[in-house]
């Protein structure tokens, strides 16, 4: 029988043989449990709904960078909530959350079996889209309703000021625009095309249009574009190229939807900036090498940043940035393992990959709250952290969240420690409120995890909350950095 064994270095960890063996010897590193803070986080629940929104100028940095950069706003500080309680907003947010795991899961077994929109149904070249043409339950992107951080975008020249949804999870940048067919409502002036100098639509045969999964010629010579989403929302407009500003730095002839017909959750935006790997979306139009963003708290009023082209700091924990050859526009993360209290779990790397197929696999998304792991990966995971917690009063479930608590009487808890494991021994620990998070005002708390009957599993933005995650395009890697918002 061959030798087992583990050698640990300064915080990295190299395992000889698979890591059966080894697990417990986490436990001489990472300590075992810390300390979620009960009354900061409950506190922070009976403010959120109270939040005044932030005003409409725009949120240039007060000091030039070599990079472009602009501020990042979380929804509560964007758009006062409707919901007169926080277990409202909690399963309003949980409800949308799962509709856009639905569309990304769609959209990847529509990929992964070959099939395209116009296999599914035919568009009528005759005439402009209308509602009735999107009745049909197929995706091509993920739902906005989930849309959770904002920034504040100039469109055209002179420039309009709209608040748009910063999306990793898909490819194409949109606008509502004048003449507006069918617009929800959104907190700034609809996008006035009229009255724009850069303004200029984009024909047919334009290497843009052809990019489309999903577009009609409209008089033999306008691009149309539609973007369906999973929760029945949509888009649909002419597609043009537009003069994109972000805070003072103006980037010329970026291709964008200008959007006649909107429907969905909108929240309030204006509509989205394209954050994926395909060809479409706005850091690819803009060749970036780079781009990172820092998440804050959702239950804050605080600001931070989306950056292109700066570099990942010397201290990130880097992993593999990993593509699909079936799906350009997901970042799939080289994720090797998870650990609880210290100790790595029984989890085969196999079920963090992506198979040839294309199915499987994990990807960092911007846009989904809660991270989805795979069935019974998930059940491996909740169960090493629910015996770490037999000590804390159990609570009833709430919506897709199983495991609960009732830290009412508390002020503050211990919890297991919880670990992100990448190649070449990288770990990153994940403070405790990024993964015990309060659903009401009262002192329930969850574990925020889900499982998926999908393939697909994905790290959301509860996860990421307070960390710098960069994007290193040009060497494929991604970054974090703890608490560097």
């Known amino acids: 029988m061959g030798l087992l064994f583990c050698i640990v270095f300064a915080g990295c960890f190299f395992f000889a043989a698979p890591f059966v063996g080894c697990s417990r010897s986490l436990l001489q590193f990472h300590p075992p449990t810390m300390v979620l803070d009960v009354a900061e986080a409950l506190e922070k629940t009976r403010n959120v709904l109270s939040f005044t929104p932030v005003g409409q100028s725009l949120s240039a940095l007060p000091s030039p960078t070599s990079f472009l950069s602009i501020q990042i706003h979380p929804r509560a500080s964007v758009l006062k909530s409707s919901h007169l309680d926080y277990k409202s907003l909690t399963l309003s947010l949980l409800e949308r959350d799962s509709a856009r795991v639905t569309s990304l899961a769609t959209r990847l077994d529509l990929a992964v079996n070959g099939i395209s929109k116009s296999n599914l149904r035919p568009l009528d070249k005759g005439s402009e889209f209308g509602a009735e043409d999107l009745e049909s339950p197929i995706v091509s992107g993920s739902s906005q309703g989930s849309g959770e951080y904002f920034s504040r975008v100039g469109i055209g020249k002179p420039q309009s000021q709209v608040y748009m949804v910063l999306d990793t999870g898909s490819d194409i940048n949109w606008v509502q625009c004048a003449p507006c067919a069918d617009c929800y409502q959104q907190s700034d002036p609809i996008f006035e095309p009229s009255l724009s100098s850069s303004y200029s639509p984009l024909n047919c045969e334009a290497r843009q249009c052809k990019y489309l999964d999903d577009s009609e010629c409209r008089n033999d010579r306008t691009c149309v574009y539609e973007v369906s989403y999973g929760d029945g929302s949509y888009t649909v407009g002419d597609f043009v190229t537009e003069t994109i500003t972000l805070g003072s730095d103006s980037v010329n002839n970026v291709a964008i939807g200008c959007g006649h017909k909107n429907e969905g959750l909108f929240v309030g935006a204006g509509g989205l900036l394209g954050l994926g790997g395909g060809p479409l979306s706005f850091s690819s139009q803009l060749n970036a090498s780079t781009f990172s963003y820092c998440l804050v708290d959702r239950d804050s009023d605080s600001i931070s940043t989306l950056e292109f082209d700066s570099s990942l700091p010397p201290n990130a924990i880097t992993a593999p940035l990993l593509r699909n050859h079936q799906l350009d526009t997901f970042y799939y993360?080289?994720?090797?393992?998870?650990?609880?209290?210290?100790?790595?779990?029984?989890?085969?790397?196999?079920?963090?990959q992506i198979d040839e197929s294309g199915n499987g696999g994990i990807i960092i998304d911007s846009g989904t709250a809660v991270t989805r792991l795979r069935t019974d990966t998930?059940?491996?995971?909740?169960?090493?952290?629910?015996?770490?917690?037999?000590?804390?009063?159990?609570?009833?479930?709430?919506?897709?969240?199983?495991?609960?608590?009732?830290?009412?009487?508390?002020?503050?808890?211990?919890?297991?420690?919880?670990?992100?494991?990448?190649?070449?021994?990288?770990?990153?620990?994940?403070?405790?409120k990024n993964y015990m998070i309060p659903v009401d005002s009262i002192g329930t708390f969850c574990f925020a995890f889900a499982p998926t009957s999908s393939t697909l599993s994905i790290i959301g933005n509860v996860q990421q909350q307070g960390t710098r995650v960069g994007f290193d395009l040009a060497n494929s890697r991604v970054g974090f950095v703890p608490n560097k918002c």
């Open 333 to 352: 993360l080289g994720l090797t393992g998870i650990s609880v209290g210290g100790e790595l779990l029984p989890i085969p790397e196999s079920a963090f």
């Open 378 to 432: 998930y059940n491996i995971l909740r169960d090493a952290f629910a015996k770490g917690t037999k000590n804390l009063p159990s609570a009833d479930s709430v919506a897709l969240f199983d495991t609960c608590y009732n830290l009412s009487s508390k002020s503050s808890v211990d919890v297991p420690t919880m670990s992100f494991h990448f190649p070449e021994g990288k770990v990153l620990p994940l403070p405790a």
